[in-house]
């Protein structure tokens, strides 16, 4: 089975294909969804700060348009990434991340952050480059680590208190320079939680582009320690038993898939599998 969508470096000056708009409010929709004939697009009169050619969906080139403000357009409304995330066509979201992320970067990339002179784009990569003093800046990726802490029929969940109200996930932070995966993942444990883990095992990763993360998702045994939790970050944190499980985080993140294999493997049900 071959994707829809597949990324791509498109020069901007050909004409044609389709087109994504992202402002701060979030995508361009209307009922029809989020993908317009770019020509057509382009002729509303957006507030544009720039264009990327950003891939193909079903074999057309997709553009996006980055704009700087959310100006009315007629019969149109504005919807944010999360809620393609959390509904609809999944290949529609991975583009509309990717558009995300392109556009987060051209948007904090005009100026060099060497010099502060205007930056160019580079048409053949995805780089934006200063004439100046020749630095080139590629979109960010953040790896955050992610892991199920497990002790037999027990699975350690917290909630920050930027969660919905009533989920509990798992335990998940940012890699800091100078840190192996494992490094970060422990250090990580070990400050929102107070609890020591062995037996580490990577599972599987995916792009979170809320707004740059790759998450890359471990289970870890738990090893020693009583729960303390980190004030401010953790709101909460228990252990519960697979049995008894709190409101879960969403279908398609990988927190979800972290808990819901732990748990098919403890139950001996089906394994789920990681969209991806
Ligand atoms: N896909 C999934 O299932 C899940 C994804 N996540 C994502 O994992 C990431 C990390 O999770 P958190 O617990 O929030 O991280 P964290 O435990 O490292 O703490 C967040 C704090 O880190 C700092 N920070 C922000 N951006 C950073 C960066 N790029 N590098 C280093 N530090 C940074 C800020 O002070 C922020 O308040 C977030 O992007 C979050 O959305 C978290 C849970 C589930
Ligand atoms: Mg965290
Ligand atoms: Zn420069």
Known sequence: MSAR???AVLDPQIAGGWAV???PAGFLV???GALFPRDWLKRQGLDVLCE???GHFDGEPVFLLELRSATDVPGMTWRGL???MLEGDFETYKLLGYAAQIGTWA???RFCGSCGQPMTQIRWERAMHCLACDLRSYPRISPSMIVLVTRGDEVLLARSPRF???VYSTLAGFAEPGESAEDCLVREVREEVAVEVGNIHYVGSQCWPFPHSMMLGFHAEYAGGEIVMQPDEIEDARWFNVHDLPPLPANRSIARYLIDLYVARRLGLPEPTLPN
Do not use: K, L, M, P
Request: proline share 0%; no cysteine.
């Open 5 to 7: 969508w597949t990324t």
């Open 107 to 109: 948007r904090e990339h």
């Open 30 to 32: 209307d009922d029809n």
């Open 21 to 23: 708009a992202r402002s």
């Open 82 to 84: 999360r809620q393609f």
């Open 164 to 166: 919905v109200s009533g």
């Open 52 to 54: 990327h050619g950003i």
